[in-house]
T-cell receptor
Framework: DAGVIQSPRHEVTEMGQEVTLRCKPISGHDYLFWYRQTMMRGLELLIYFNNNVPIDDSGMPEDRFSAKMPNASFSTLKIQPSEPRDSAVYFC???????????FGNGTRLTVT | GQNIDQPTEMTATEGAIVQINCTYQTSGFNGLFWYQQHAGEAPTFLSYNVLDGLEEKGRFSSFLSRSKGYSYLLLKELQMKDSASYLCAVNDYKLSFGAGTTVTVRA
């Protein structure tokens, strides 16, 4: 398996622009997580899905953030409008379920100027 | 909510042993995980504990005491490539991470 695939690897955009991050999970993994990592706040859970259904979005910082999982093979995290404080590395991770480990994608490094 | 504490930094010499402690307070518990993260890379899974006791995996071991809310990761025979951040993560109904411990291995 190719693992969790995220795109793009790097994104540089100007404040106010819309940003869309993409994730392709490992086939057969029922859980999908979006995390954000910064030096100040570490690795924060934004939202997670089970069988394509959002279960907990309490970590989503503001209404500017939204996430979707239209099918088992694809998820997006959208920021509209983006702000400089959104600059971070965004990771998608998937899990087979139960107490199995999370598998992380390589992340998207977002820079908002 | 969850509270996960681990030291910020540790330094050790190549070939030595280092122990990274993690204490946690959670509303529920469904396992504790350790991840390794090299600079600029994604976290990778090292080990997990669900029951009390020691889990050994080559040069890495992890210990859990649920009654004390305590775990440690033991790295033996340190190598330069072990220089990385080590993240303690607790699973209640979702996986929450500590801030990570940066381990620097000196020659």
């Amino acid at each position: 398996d190719a693992g969790v695939i995220q795109s793009p690897r790097h994104e540089v955009t100007e404040m106010g622009q819309e940003v869309t991050l993409r994730c392709k999970p490992i086939s057969g993994h029922d859980y999908l997580f979006w995390y954000r990592q910064t030096m100040m706040r570490g690795l924060e859970l934004l939202i997670y899905f089970n069988n394509n259904v959002p279960i907990d979005d309490s970590g989503m910082p503001e209404d500017r953030f939204s996430a979707k999982m239209p099918n088992a093979s694809f998820s997006t995290l959208k920021i509209q409008p983006s702000e400089p404080r959104d600059s971070a590395v965004y990771f998608c991770a998937t899990q087979a379920g139960g107490i199995s480990p999370l598998h992380f994608g390589n992340g998207t490094r977002l820079t908002v100027t | 909510g969850q509270n996960i504490d681990q030291p910020t930094e540790m330094t050790a010499t190549e070939g030595a042993i280092v122990q990274i402690n993690c204490t946690y307070q959670t509303s529920g518990f469904n396992g504790l995980f350790w991840y390794q993260q090299h600079a600029g890379e994604a976290p990778t899974f090292l080990s997990y504990n669900v029951l009390d006791g020691l889990e050994e995996k080559g040069r890495f071991s992890s210990f859990l005491s649920r009654s004390k809310g305590y775990s440690y990761l033991l790295l033996k025979e340190l190598q330069m490539k072990d220089s990385a951040s080590y993240l303690c993560a607790v699973n209640d109904y979702k996986l929450s991470f500590g801030a990570g411990t940066t381990v620097t291995v000196r020659a």
